[in-house]
């Protein structure tokens, strides 16, 4: 089992910046693809971004490209977003998640651990 907890959100105005963690227990995670999605109010979870165990290779959503960079600390078990020219619309919880080994990453159901959130707010 794989223990995810989220840190880093509150509230920042637009064009600001914050730094989200994800800080595993139980288990090392350098193996696993991690991942971040966010929810926003009366909307489903969706994709923000993932990177490979090796960290050869990265994916964005097309709305984050260019302003957020996710990477990932083995020895500290802890990945990270760095969320760069936040906008409103970026308003969501985050979460993250662990091994997308059960299908294609961008889908929630492929993802098989997941953190508990942390809200990110962004005022205009």
């Known amino acids: 089992q794989v223990q995810l907890v989220e840190s880093g959100g509150g509230l920042v105005q637009a064009g600001g910046s914050l730094r989200l963690s994800c800080a595993a227990a139980g288990r090392s995670i350098s193996n696993y693809a991690m991942g971040w999605f966010r929810q926003a109010p009366r909307k489903e979870r969706e994709f923000v971004s993932r990177?490979?165990?090796?960290?050869?290779?990265?994916d964005y959503a097309d709305s984050v490209k260019g302003r957020f960079t996710i990477s990932r600390d083995n020895a500290k078990n802890t990945v990270y977003l760095q969320m760069n020219s936040l906008k409103p619309e970026d308003t969501a919880v985050y979460y993250c998640?662990?091994?997308?080994?059960?299908?294609?990453?961008?889908?929630?159901?492929?993802?098989?651990?997941w953190g508990q959130g942390t809200q990110v707010t962004v005022s205009s």
């Open positions: 998640a662990a091994d997308s080994s059960g299908g294609n990453y961008y889908y929630t159901d492929a993802w098989k651990y």
């Open positions: 990177i490979n165990w090796s960290t050869s290779r990265t």
